[in-house]
Nanobody, 122 residues
């Protein structure tokens, strides 16, 4: 099995910064894409940022220029640096990892973390 653990959420004033971390562990052979999603109360979960194993990134338009995703392949971790935070960034943030697991053959499975709350106050 694979476990993802997020950390780094909290309460921050608008204009401030937070850095979220997500660490994957378990029976991992390799990790393809890693992504960050968020879900605000009453809204659907949305993709915030993603990064491939080779380092290619993509971002939601709403966070471009403010958020930066990175990863450490050796440590199976991904970071989301969030700057110039706005009230509308308030949400629970989840990371996901598309993993090839040991003894899993060619299949790729998506695993999710438990989420970490980010609250931006005015």
């Amino acid at each position: 099995q694979v476990q993802l653990v997020e950390s780094g959420g909290g309460l921050v004033q608008a204009g401030g910064s937070l850095r979220l971390s997500c660490a994957a562990s378990g029976s991992i052979f390799s990790i393809e894409a890693m992504r960050w999603y968020r879900q605000a109360p009453g809204k659907q979960r949305e993709l915030v940022a993603g990064i491939t194993s080779s380092g290619s990134t993509n971002y939601a338009d709403s966070v471009k220029g403010r958020f930066t995703i990175s990863r450490d392949n050796a440590k199976n971790t991904t970071l989301l640096q969030m700057n110039s935070l706005k009230r509308e960034d308030t949400a629970e943030y989840f990371c996901s990892a598309d993993c090839r697991v040991l003894a899993g053959g060619k299949y790729v499975f998506r695993y999710w973390g438990q989420g970490t709350q980010v609250t931006v106050s005015s």
